[in-house]
């Protein structure tokens, strides 16, 4: 199902953008921006930063197979993390809720159990469970999230659910990165210190978004989707 990107966009006062140089880079740049309200003009936080994505770069996710002609689309397995726009709905990590009082998003703390199930069969498909408290564990394949590293800290990206589309993609976050030279499996990834700072700041109230586009559809887009403006020469 099509989504509108205006629709998303106006009623949000928090953006996490994302902007890779070409569909099959794995590096780019993310910055942050907020405004006080829906009327009010974007702002940024800070500079942008480096990011890895996709092993095989980014892919139009599911929602924005009709924005344009040019580029992939987001499938399973593909290596690449979505192109788009979506909701930044929920943080994670290693740590015990009552240790991350200042995080505002509803937190899921990882346990030994916890599985981010992408076993397109599975009823669980592209959700995180404790698969000690599901009736039946109907899938065999999945991220045994506790035993990543770079998940010590993170946030789901709020990608292809409610419901699920089967094989358009599963288990999209934005968590630690392994360093400048890594890439991910479909995932956003930068700095821990970052990332923490990005955890902390997103407010549900404000309605988070992550925006991730390549350069030049970004350029495309920006006007009529409203989006900030951006120096798109240093990406």
């Given at each position: ?17 994302v ?33 890895v ?13 009709g ?9 399973e397995?593909d ?29 899921v703390?990882?346990?030994?159990t ?21 009736p039946r ?37 934005l ?61």
């Amino acid at each position: 199902m099509e989504v509108s990107p205006r629709a998303l966009l106006d009623t949000s006062d928090q953006l996490v953008v994302v902007i890779t140089p070409t569909w099959t880079s794995t590096t780019g740049t993310v910055q942050r921006y907020e405004r006080a309200t829906p009327a009010s003009e974007w702002r940024s936080l800070e500079p942008a930063i480096p990011v890895v994505v996709g092993r095989t770069g980014i892919a139009w996710g599911i929602g924005f197979d009709g924005v344009s002609s040019d580029g992939p689309h987001k499938h399973e397995g593909d290596g690449k993390a979505p192109a788009g726009i979506f909701p930044l709905d929920t943080a994670f990590g290693f740590a015990p809720r009552d240790s991350v009082q200042n995080v505002k998003l509803p937190y899921v703390q990882l346990l030994p159990t916890t599985d981010c199930v992408d076993h397109t069969a599975s009823a669980h498909y592209n959700t995180v469970v404790d698969r000690a408290s599901v009736p039946r564990v109907d899938w065999n394949s999945a991220e045994h999230m506790r035993q990543v590293a770079q998940y010590k800290i993170g946030v789901i990206v709020g990608y292809n659910a409610a419901p699920p589309v089967k094989g358009r993609g599963s288990c999209i976050f934005l968590h630690i990165w392994a360093g400048p030279d890594s890439h991910t499996a479909g995932c956003t990834a930068f700095d821990e210190a970052k990332l923490r700072d990005v955890m902390m700041w997103l407010d549900p109230a404000k309605r988070p978004l992550l925006v991730q586009l390549t350069a030049d559809d970004y350029r495309n887009l920006r006007a009529g989707w409203k989006l900030p403006t951006l120096d798109l020469r240093t990406i």
